[in-house]
């Protein structure tokens, strides 16, 4: 029988799991401070704090001042050397500060690349300038980001990464690191041992499928030490989060449980879920029953000594197929609710808005006021235009997602957000609330992550001619004709896609495809070709080659030029594909290995280029990984974890369903080695057939994936070789084999 609620957390911590406290176990890198536990603590300076962080030879020329109030806003003024920011919270004011850096001081600083070229005395604002957020929530991080991006960063690579989503204007960042911790913890208490929870628990980089209900238990579980020290650093996040005048969002607790619940807690009732892209979804426990409301009470307490209390809670009940048997839905939300409510009475339920989520019996039974839902496909799907007919007058946010499964392809639809964001917040009775920048992995695509953020802040419509040549001029420093000219030929490109054809991202590289000699794309679920013409877009190399000397120094443009040239290698596999297919079905030998011969010219600098940074060395992401192991034996089942995401995803069964290379990137590692290897593979069998005139030899992929995943050999963790240099090498051979194909 479960334990009684007042009894609940004095039993747990004198459980087997007592070790898994948040102080148990620290997260690399994550020394604590007393400010980290007192999260409101000197928040007056806490702008200040992130001003010394991020631009420590200027800071002392920030005044940062509060002007509390609602709706948000900030004022930039000042003299020379004296820089005056005034905002409702220290994000807002690190708002202010990021808007006097581009539109005066022309330097830039986001979340892939920064150009910090200041003079010594930081120039005057020509006049003041005050600007209003145009809503109240502006919401960050995809439910999968934590897997593709973040399972296993540390505090220093999670402090920046606040920073900057504070100086671009958000107020809610939703937070999983940790939340393992609440489900080990409560779980104790009604009915199991401190192992069996943790072997329903998946490894880090898998928990946010978890939490969607859709797996548990892959690939390994995560040791006590482990679920302690992402306890003690969501824990962190939170109180920065706070410092900030910003607002954890924190996972709610909708009724997922471990296998046999029902059978060792009488009065509970559960409902199987199925499968999900081949794994067992866990069960869902009735939550019209007694038992429901326990759990949920303990649930909250516990998360609320963990990670703090907060202001609003992410659920997203019967996620992707989930069933909800014979309990209707209804009286299942407003359980869900009323037990979110007990615990925490002003509390906003947040939902995602994708596929059939959230269904409308739910949106119909809750207090649509206390909802907020993020609109996953705002800027996708043609249909979703009234948003306040769909769902009933709740409150939403305008969300994209321009990458998925963190796919490195560069672009958006920009042209799509510069006319439908404005249009639906000055329409009649709109009931638009929010932004969500919602790409399923952070950290690229810095123009796209620019411009999103700005539309909370912007007056009017955008003219986006003039936001890319604002872009390239504080992205670079200063103005360059050659950098105009790239970024007005990207705008009109890559970045002046629509949701016309269905889609928000941008197709990904046939370079990470599983072989065929009709592939079309890597990932099941991408774009099957490009949406933009591939000519149009290679001259802007050109352009950033030529960009002026003293302007190159700076990672933003280091950035840029390395992801230009990748995306002009990657868009010339579509181009070499279909002709390596006709000469193997014309029986051309010859052709056949010139062709397969360039293919595999064009990986091999590819992988070059992508090894001169850092950020796109796989050695350095499952170095990362290795680094929250206790022991050789955790540090290996890490880097499965971690690595396994983005190439077979999971099991057999669930890579056949469609789940392998979704989460394909063109990484140095990955194009050198998997990919590498698949197609070298592939060419050798094709011409030996050709060669006999028989079939080709069947090629268990799945094998040969799950092998190299398992042990992928030793991997780069530190850059080598220039971009420029690099790049220059990628102009030259794409014109060489250009000519050549002619």
């Not at 954890?248 to 199987?272: E, I, K, Q, Y």
Request: aromatic share 10%; with cysteine.
């Amino acid at each position: 029988m479960p334990l009684p609620r007042r009894t609940l957390l004095a039993a747990v911590a004198g459980s087997a799991g007592a070790s898994v406290s948040v102080r148990a176990a620290a997260a690399p890198g994550a020394h604590r401070t007393a400010a980290d536990d007192t999260p409101h603590a000197g928040a007056a300076g806490a702008a200040a704090r992130a001003a010394r962080r991020l631009l420590p030879r200027h800071a002392d020329q920030l005044r940062f001042r509060s002007a509390p109030g609602a709706p948000d806003s900030f004022t930039v003024s000042g003299a020379r050397g004296r820089i005056v920011l005034t905002g409702t919270t220290p994000a807002v004011q690190l708002t202010a500060l990021r808007w006097y850096l581009k539109h005066t001081a022309h330097a830039n600083l986001t979340w892939a690349g920064a150009q910090l070229a200041l003079p010594a005395t930081l120039p005057a604002p020509a006049a003041e300038t005050v600007r209003t957020a145009s809503v109240p929530h502006r919401f960050a991080l995809n439910d999968t980001n934590d897997g593709y991006t973040g399972a296993y960063r540390t505090w220093a690579s999670w402090e920046r990464e606040l920073d900057v989503l504070a100086l671009h204007g958000y107020n809610r960042v939703f937070v999983q690191v940790g939340a393992e911790a609440v489900h080990h913890r409560v779980f104790q208490a009604f009915g199991y041992a401190e192992e069996e929870v943790r072997r329903w628990v998946p490894g880090p980089a898998h928990q946010p499928w978890w939490l969607l209900q859709n797996l548990s238990g892959f690939p390994a579980p995560p040791s006590g030490r482990l679920i302690a020290a992402r306890a003690a650093l969501g824990r962190r996040i939170c109180g920065r989060l706070r410092e900030l005048g910003m607002t954890p969002v924190l996972p709610g607790w909708f009724g997922m449980v471990p296998p046999g619940f029902a059978d060792r807690n009488a009065g509970a009732r559960t409902v199987p879920q199925g499968e999900w892209y081949g794994f067992d979804r866990p069960d869902w426990l009735d939550p019209r029953s007694a038992v429901f409301a326990r759990v949920a009470a303990a649930y909250y307490e516990v998360q609320q000594e963990v990670f703090g209390a907060t202001t609003l809670y992410k659920m997203d009940l019967l996620h992707e197929g989930g069933s909800a048997g014979d309990v209707p839905v209804e009286d299942a939300a407003r359980a869900v609710e009323r037990a979110l409510r007990r615990a925490h009475p002003t509390a906003v339920w947040v939902t995602l808005g994708w596929r059939t989520n959230p269904p409308r019996k739910l949106v119909e039974a809750v207090d649509r006021d206390r909802m907020l839902i993020l609109d996953g496909i705002a800027d996708r799907a043609a249909g979703a235009d009234d948003r306040e007919g769909d769902w009933l007058g709740t409150p939403y946010a305008y969300g994209s997602i321009w990458n998925f499964g963190g796919h490195t392809a560069l672009g958006a639809n920009a042209r799509e957000w510069a006319r439908a964001f404005p249009d639906r917040r000055s329409r009649p009775g709109s009931a638009l609330r929010g932004i969500a920048l919602l790409p399923e992995a952070a950290d690229n695509n810095p123009a796209a992550f620019e411009l999103f953020s700005e539309l909370a802040w912007s007056e009017g419509p955008l003219d986006l001619a003039d936001w890319f040549a604002r872009w390239a001029h504080a992205r670079y420093g200063a103005r360059d004709a050659h950098a105009a000219a790239a970024w007005d030929r990207l705008r009109r490109t890559v970045y002046g896609t629509t949701r016309e054809d269905g889609w928000s991202e941008g197709a990904d590289g046939l370079f990470g495809a599983r072989p065929a000699l009709t592939a079309v794309r890597a990932a099941r679920w991408s774009p099957k070709s490009l949406r933009y013409d591939p000519a149009e877009f290679e001259p802007a190399l050109d352009e950033l080659l030529a960009v002026g000397p003293r302007l190159r120094s700076s990672s933003a443009y280091r950035h840029d030029l390395l992801d230009v040239a990748r995306q002009a290698l990657s868009n010339r596999s579509r181009v070499l594909l279909p002709r390596i297919k006709a000469a193997y079905d014309s029986g051309d030998a010859g052709r056949f290995h010139r062709l397969t011969a360039h293919w595999l010219d064009l990986m091999d600098v590819l992988e070059r280029l992508l090894a001169t940074d850092g950020a796109h060395l796989l050695g350095r992401h499952l170095a990362d990984a290795r680094s929250w192991g206790a022991d050789a034996a955790e540090r290996e089942r890490l880097a499965y974890d971690a690595l396994s995401l983005l190439t077979v995803w999971g099991t057999r069964k669930g890579a056949d369903a469609g789940l392998r290379d979704y989460g394909n990137r063109e990484w140095a590692g990955l194009v050198g080695g998997l990919y590498r290897r698949r197609w070298s593979r592939y060419f050798e069998v094709l011409g030996e057939a050709l060669r006999t005139g028989g079939a080709p030899e069947r090629i268990d992929w799945f094998a040969v994936e799950d092998a190299w995943t398992r042990a992928p050999g030793r991997l780069a963790t530190t850059p080598r070789g220039k971009t420029r240099t690099v790049a220059i090498e990628v102009r030259d051979l794409l014109r060489a084999q250009a000519s050549s194909l002619t």
